[in-house]
């Protein structure tokens, strides 16, 4: 069967979570947090590789909390991203201070990467089947088609919700073949005392949205080639937003630019598990609650390393 890495993206620096590094925040009843989990049902779907995007500065950390128990049972390698990992020709800009993005972080990992592989945020439990479809999927191309064939989990709505505050969300516009065709950004998204789901559009303009509406969760898989295209245009993107402080490579705006010219096609595969994230502090004991919740259904046993 063809290999197949996932790539965990863990560099960022949480903006609205204040109690720490929020990727390493223990949440499970052993001791576990959201990317053991993460791990356990990758390496259960079929993945054969992990390499983790994280800094340099957390590195020591992240190795005791997670790194040395998931080396015992798994492939397991490390990229960094920092903020000079610049092309040649290109400097850090004076006063910037926030990590160049998703799509950069990828970058880092190209050394690692010599197979199809899924890519997901090191905060994000994403439940079990989203590996499972995109493991399959993953092997399943053959890849010889003009078009880089991607993939993307595709929660619904409802399913990814905090009760602690509003959520924004991007909101996908699917084919009838199941094919990504737009995402538009949704913010403040949150439910109204009359149970409507509501938020504002980048006009700010109110918009009333569906409860099985199909939300990215930056879940997706790729090609290999993939790594090449985002790198290749990396300079480009520099010459244009390289000099703005808060400016960031993204990949899903990368993976859309993709599609607009005609590079790339995105197939969405329907993901019915419930989606949830440490945005808020206040979201950790929902997190352990919904975990207490899988274990006791059977899904994870009480000690993942055991």
Known sequence: MKKTALIVMAAGIGSRYGA???QLAKIGPSGEIIMDYSVHDALDAGFDKLIFVIRKEIEKDFREIIGERIE????????????DALPRGFSLPEGRTKP??????????RKEVDCPFAVINADDFYGKE?????????VEQKGTGKELEMC???YHLKNTLSRNGSVNRGICRVSREDYLESIEEIYDIKRGEDGVLSGLNQRKEAVILEEDAIASM????????????????????????????????LLPREINN??????????????????????YQEDRALAEEALRECIDKGLYPENLYR
């Open 152 to 154: 993307m989990a595709g």
């Open 258 to 279: 993709l599609m607009v010219e005609g590079k790339g096609r995105v197939k969405v595969l329907p993901d019915h598990d419930n989606w949830f994230g440490v945005t």
């Open 218 to 249: 930056n879940m997706f898989g790729l090609p290999e080639a993939f790594l090449d295209v985002v790198t290749e245009k990396f300079p480009e993107w520099l010459s244009r937003y390289g000099k703005e402080l808060k400016s960031e490579y």
């Open 72 to 83: 015992k049972i798994a492939d397991v390698h490390y990229v960094f991203q920092e903020l």
């Open 130 to 138: 989203g590996y499972r479809l995109i493991h399959g999927f993953l």
């Open 20 to 22: 720490g590094i929020k």
């Open 100 to 109: 160049w993005g998703t799509a950069h972080a990828l970058m880092q990992a």
